[in-house]
Nanobody, 127 residues
């Protein structure tokens, strides 16, 4: 299984910035390829929503509410995805989760697709 570890969350005033990071790693299974990585967010009482995604070829998508403010990027050598968040407002307050899918390989050589979620990092914007 692939583990995703998020970092960079915290409390910031409206108009401020935060940069989230998420690193993927495998132990028993070796990561052969990561295809799409993304960020989702969830607030109490509501469903988890897509924030941004990025493919292995650096094609990006964003939900309308964050366009022009958030930027997603990745470092393939480190199996890491980032989310630069600028001009934050209280409506951005949520738990942010990273997601990744791709291929893993067992020590015996077998391949298998994977899809993993991180544990989430809290982002709180004060007014």
């Amino acid at each position: 299984q692939v583990q995703l570890v998020e970092s960079g969350g915290g409390l910031v005033q409206a108009g401020g910035s935060l940069r989230l990071s998420c690193a993927a790693s495998g132990s028993i299974f070796r990561i052969e390829r990561i295809d799409t990585m993304g960020w989702y967010r969830q607030v109490p009482g509501k469903q988890r929503e897509l924030v941004a995604t990025i493919t292995s070829s650096d094609t990006t998508t964003y939900t309308d509410s964050v366009k022009g403010r958030f930027t997603i990027s990745r470092d393939n050598a480190k199996n890491t995805v980032f989310l630069q968040m600028n001009s934050l407002n209280p409506e951005d307050t949520a738990v942010y989760y990273c997601n990744a899918d791709g291929l893993i390989r067992s020590p015996l050589g077998g391949r298998r697709g994977f899809g993993s979620w991180g544990q989430g990092t809290q982002v709180t914007i004060s007014s």
